[in-house]
């Protein structure tokens, strides 16, 4: 099984400053056909998670372009570029290249 | 709109069964995969079940193989967990999401609450 590390666990942001979240697969994620199905998850506090980003680096529809993706390979990050109080929750990588599919294991971003 | 709706959660004994299901609508189920994840109290994601769009290929997680069983009616835009000798550690929140092509995932369901206790 691909195992997905996060870090950090937790990361206490002031509002209006930037973010990271990094996230490291066992093993490559890129598929045979040549795509890497590494997505980002947002979970704000009582709610199911949200789609933000697929395949490294795509926005999904309705998400502000202050979050972004990148990475290639085993190493992939999450950033925020200026951290609104909306964003607070806890976040997720997830890889859906191989079964089964697995995640990270969730980082907590909160307000300082 | 797209909606999954989620139901059949309660509680249940350990080696008791439930079915959960996922109601959709919004969109042309029968083009779309559908996965089951669920969250344990406290605790982070975990994926259980993957069926593909025409119910042809399923996946388990190990820990769920031989007691949980998905499948899907795309006449009725329904998808289905049967969840047989049910243990303390399947308790959680179980999550429906769909995908398609490379967009894993993105519309999930509010979440039914399944609790294994005596």
């Known amino acids: 099984d691909i195992v997905m590390t996060q870090t950090p666990l937790s990361s206490p942001v002031t509002l209006g400053q930037p973010a990271s979240i990094s996230c490291r697969s066992s093993q490559s994620l890129v598929h045979s056909d040549g795509n890497t199905y590494l997505s980002w998850l947002q979970q704000r506090p009582g709610q199911p998670p949200r789609l933000l980003i697929y395949?490294?680096?795509n926005r999904f529809s309705g998400v502000p372009d202050r979050f972004s993706g990148s990475g290639a390979g085993t190493d992939f990050t999450l950033k925020i570029s200026r951290v609104e109080a909306e964003d607070v929750g806890v976040y997720y990588c997830m890889q859906a290249t191989q079964f089964p599919l697995t995640f990270g294991g969730g980082t907590k971003v909160e307000i300082k | 709109q797209v909606q999954l709706v989620e139901s059949g959660g309660g509680l249940v004994k350990p080696g008791g069964s439930l079915r959960l299901s996922c109601a959709a609508s919004?969109?042309?189920?029968?083009?779309?995969?559908m996965s089951w994840i669920r969250q344990a109290p406290g605790k982070g994601l975990e994926w259980v079940s993957y069926?593909?769009?025409?119910?042809?290929?399923?996946y388990y997680a190990d820990s769920v193989k031989g007691r949980f069983t998905i499948s899907r009616d795309n006449a009725k835009n329904s998808l289905y967990l049967q969840m047989n000798s049910l243990r303390a550690e399947d308790t959680a929140v179980y999550y429906c999401?769909?995908?398609?092509?490379?967009?894993?995932?993105?519309?999930w369901g509010q979440g039914t609450l399944v609790t294994v206790s005596s």
């Open positions: 919004g969109f042309t189920f029968s083009d779309y995969y």
């Open positions: 999401a769909r995908g398609i092509a490379a967009l894993d995932f993105d519309y």
């Open positions: 395949k490294i680096s």
């Open positions: 069926i593909s769009s025409s119910g042809s290929t399923i």
